[in-house]
C-alpha cells in the first residue's frame, strides 16, 4: 500500500523561529491536503495543492508541492503561539480513492 | 463551527459492549467520512459514504460498520468492544466525493473502553 511519511513527529521552537514539516511518499500523489487540528480541536483545512511544483502561501504558511508529486512541505515563518497544533497532510492515492494522512508534526511554541 | 455535527461527545463503555456514534453532515454534503484518532496511531481514516453509498473503504475492522441514511446523517457502528478501541472518533462532511474536495470535521466523539 501506499506509504506516506511526516517528518519531523514532533517540534519544539521559540516564538520567532521558523517551522518546516514535511510529507513524503512512496509513490506519485494525486494531490495533497494540509490540515491543522488545534490540541483539544479538530482538523480544519488548511490548503490544497494539485500541480507539479505548486507553492501556495497563507500569510507566514508557505505549501510546496515537489516537481514529482511524491513529497509536500508546510514552511511557517515566524512562529507565535497560535500556530500550536498539529499538521497533517492528506495526500490522495488516485484511483483506490484511499486517503492516507501521515501522523501529523505536532508544533509546539515556547513564548 | 464547522457545521458537521457529532453525537454523542463523550461515550464510556465496557468492553464487549456495542455502541453507535452519529454525524450529521453540513448542509449540502453528500460524503461523510469516519475517522479514528489514537495517540499511537494518528489520524486513521476508516470508510466514507457518498449519497448513501459506500465510497472508500480504510482501516475499518470487522466489528466497526457503517452507514448513511436518506436524510445523510451517518452512523457508526463498533462491537464487541475492545480497550484499544478507546480513541476520538471524527466524522467529516464534503460537497461531492472527489478527491479534490475539501473536509469539514466535527467536534468528535471520545469512546473510552473500560
Known amino acids: 500500500g501506499q506509504q506516506v511519511m511526516q517528518i519531523p513527529q514532533y517540534q519544539h521552537v521559540q516564538e520567532g523561529e521558523d517551522f518546516t514539516t514535511y510529507c513524503n511518499s512512496s509513490t506519485t500523489l494525486s494531490n495533497i491536503q494540509w490540515y491543522k487540528q488545534r490540541p483539544g480541536g479538530h482538523p480544519v483545512f488548511l490548503i490544497q495543492?494539485?500541480?507539479s511544483g505548486e507553492v501556495k502561501k497563507q500569510k507566514r504558511l508557505t505549501f510546496q508541492f515537489g516537481e514529482a508529486k511524491k513529497n509536500s512541505s508546510l514552511h511557517i515563518t515566524a512562529t507565535q503561539t497560535t500556530d500550536v497544533g498539529t499538521y497533517f497532510c492528506?495526500?490522495?492515492?488516485?484511483?483506490?480513492?484511499?486517503?492516507?494522512w501521515g501522523l501529523g508534526t505536532s508544533l509546539a511554541v515556547n513564548p | 463551527d464547522s457545521g458537521v455535527t457529532q453525537t454523542p461527545k463523550h461515550l464510556i463503555t465496557a468492553t464487549g459492549q456495542r455502541v453507535t456514534l452519529r454525524c450529521s453532515p453540513r448542509?449540502?454534503?453528500?460524503?461523510v467520512y469516519w475517522y479514528q484518532q489514537s495517540l499511537d496511531q494518528g489520524l486513521q481514516f476508516l470508510i466514507q459514504y457518498y449519497n448513501g453509498e459506500e465510497r472508500a473503504k480504510g482501516n475499518i475492522l470487522e466489528r466497526f460498520s457503517a452507514q448513511q441514511f436518506p436524510d445523510l446523517h451517518s452512523e457508526l457502528n463498533l462491537s464487541s468492544l475492545e480497550l484499544g478501541d478507546s480513541a476520538l472518533y471524527f466524522c467529516?462532511?464534503?460537497?461531492?466525493?472527489?478527491?479534490?474536495?475539501?473536509?469539514?470535521f466535527g467536534p468528535g466523539t471520545r469512546l473510552t473502553v473500560l
Open positions: 467529516a462532511s464534503s460537497v461531492l466525493s472527489g478527491i479534490t474536495d475539501t473536509q469539514y
Open positions: 492528506a495526500p490522495y492515492a488516485g484511483n483506490n480513492r484511499k486517503l492516507i
Open positions: 448542509s449540502g454534503d453528500l460524503s
Open positions: 495543492l494539485v500541480k
